[in-house]
Structures are given as structure tokens and as C-alpha cells.
């Protein structure tokens, strides 16, 4: 009795292994990636980067969106003007970020005092900052989320309600 329990496990293990021989049949290398035999537009399945994660059914990891480049003083883009009015707004108490506002198509410069940001109990700090465009005289409002070090984390624009009150 005991033997046919062993002889059942033999069996069940060894129909696993032919299984899984199967499958590795089924799957080539491309570019020293394991894939799917079948074309990528047909292959309604995730991709895997090895076997492992086909076998344990993880995915590949996705690339990251790229990243907007960051505007800082030392920017090219800065016209003279720019540089002496950060020069003139920013001191021991005021810090300037440079933003580009995708509504007037403009770089930015939001006076910010620092105790806001630094003496903050939140991590990201939102600050909003209303501006209009010169040319259209269109009113609206940049919120910029700063860490302690007042990098931009993310940034948002939205239109300005004013009360007639």
C-alpha cells in the first residue's frame, strides 16, 4: 500500500517535470530574454524578462516616464533680466523657484518665504502662486508642491475665480 502511495508521487512529479519541459519547449530566447514563440502583437500575455518570472507569473518591470528637465539658475535659457530680478526678490528669508508655466509659455519666478516650506509638518508643501499672462490678460494660478529642499514635486495650473463681494 505504501509503495503505490510512493509510486503514485513518482508519477504525479515525473508528470510535472514533462510538463515543464514542455513549456520551456515552447519558449525561445530573444536578445538573452526568454519570450513567448509567438509574435509580440499576437501574445495576448504580459512580457517576462526570464523564466523565473514567467514561472512565477511577474511581469517585466515598465520603463519610468522621463523626466522634464528642471530649470535652474545656472539654466542657459535665462535671459539677463531673469537673473537680476531673482537677484533682487530672493534674500535670507525668501527663496525663488523657477517654474514653467505651460499656460503663458513663460518661466516663472515664484517668491517663496522659507519658513513656509521649512517649518512645515508636511513632507510636500503646496504653495499657489496667481500670475497673469501680460499679453492676454489671462488670470490664473500655479500650484507648485515643494519638498523641504524646495525642489518641485508637482506642479498644476488652474484658472482664478475672483469674488465680487
Given amino acids: 500500500m505504501e509503495s503505490d502511495k510512493n509510486s503514485d508521487k513518482k508519477e504525479k512529479n515525473h508528470k510535472k517535470i514533462e510538463s515543464k519541459k514542455q513549456d520551456e519547449v515552447k519558449l525561445k530566447k530573444v ?7 509567438k509574435p509580440k502583437e499576437l501574445n495576448d500575455q504580459p512580457d517576462y524578462s526570464t523564466k523565473e518570472h514567467k514561472d512565477l507569473d511577474i511581469p517585466s518591470v515598465p520603463e519610468p516616464p522621463k523626466k522634464k528637465d528642471k530649470i535652474s539658475i ?13 537677484k533682487k526678490i530672493e534674500s535670507p528669508d525668501m527663496k525663488v523657484v523657477l517654474v514653467n508655466c505651460d499656460r503663458c509659455k513663460a518661466v516663472i519666478l515664484i517668491p517663496i518665504p522659507k519658513n513656509v516650506v521649512i517649518e512645515s509638518e508636511l513632507p510636500v508643501v503646496p504653495v499657489s502662486y496667481v500670475h497673469k499672462n501680460l499679453e492676454k490678460k489671462d488670470l490664473h494660478c500655479i500650484t507648485i508642491h515643494l519638498d523641504h529642499d524646495f525642489d518641485i514635486r508637482r506642479q498644476r495650473i488652474s484658472d482664478v475665480v475672483i469674488s465680487s463681494d
Fill in 31 to 37: 536578445d538573452g530574454k526568454i519570450a513567448d514563440s
Fill in 74 to 86: 545656472n539654466s542657459p535659457d535665462l535671459t539677463p533680466d531673469v537673473l537680476k530680478r531673482i
